[in-house]
Every structure is written in C-alpha cells, then in structure tokens.
C-alpha cells in the first residue's frame, strides 16, 4: 500500500508595522506559508491606497483583485530574510508597510476587525 505524504501548510504569524499613520500600529497576521499575498486586505487595515502599497520598500507584483500574482509570504519572507530585511517576527522586526493614507476612522475601524475574523485562511 503506497501512501502519498504531504506537506502540511504552516500557520505562519506575522507582524506589519505602518510608521505612516499618526500613530504606528502593529497588526497581526495570521497566514500559510504558500498563500499568495493579499495586499488589497493589508491596505485596507491600514487605510492605504493599494496601488501605493510598499512591504518594507519593495512593490510587490498584483492582479486586479490585489492580489500577488506570483508572490506567496514563504517566498516574500525567504526574500526578506536574505537581505537582512525585517521578517515580522517580532515586534522589533515587523515588516514595514508604508502608502498613500486614503481614509480615517471608521473605515479602517471595519477592516481591522474584518481582518481577524477570518480574511485569512489556510
């Protein structure tokens, strides 16, 4: 009997700090390791514009739904990692997302807890 092994998708937590909003936040991702980025969801935390979305100063690749095309995190932290970048580990070494601020308040009230109910599944 042959038995095809797998590798399983790892949770992979993640720390994003945008220093571009009168007071930084640290927003915690929960994501697997081979998901796509999905930097429409990202921006929308932050209250960004996602055409101006930048994850520690680089643009990443999208489509129209704002989601990278090519780039998943184990890929983008790989990246990162090899460069000496911040990886989001820590609260020391949260990956800076930086944008165009496009909207206040409550708006970005909505997404934040959008965003921990469940915009992100393995």
């Known amino acids: 009997m042959s038995m095809l ?3 399983r998708n790892r949770e992979t937590k993640i720390l994003l ?3 571009s909003l009168s007071k ?3 927003v915690e ?4 390791d081979d998901e796509k980025i999905d ?3 990202i921006a929308k935390v932050f209250g960004l514009d996602p055409s101006t979305l930048r994850l520690n100063g680089y643009f990443i690749s999208r489509g129209v739904d704002l989601i ?5 995190w184990n890929s983008l932290l790989s990246f990162f990692s090899s460069r000496s970048l911040s990886t989001g580990k820590s609260n020391h070494d949260a990956i800076v997302v930086t944008g165009k601020v496009v909207n206040k308040g409550m708006f ?3 997404y934040y807890i959008l965003f921990f109910i ?3 599944f393995c």
């Not at 991702?29 to 697997?32: I, P, R, S």
């Not at 990278?68 to 998943?72: A, E, G, N, P, Q």
């Open 68 to 72: 990278s095309s090519s780039v998943t």
């Open 108 to 110: 970005v009230k909505f």
């Open 24 to 26: 930084s936040k640290i």
């Open 118 to 120: 469940g915009f992100w």
């Open 39 to 41: 930097l429409g969801s």
């Open 17 to 19: 700090l945008c220093p």
């Open 5 to 7: 092994l797998r590798k």
């Open 29 to 32: 991702l929960v994501t697997c």
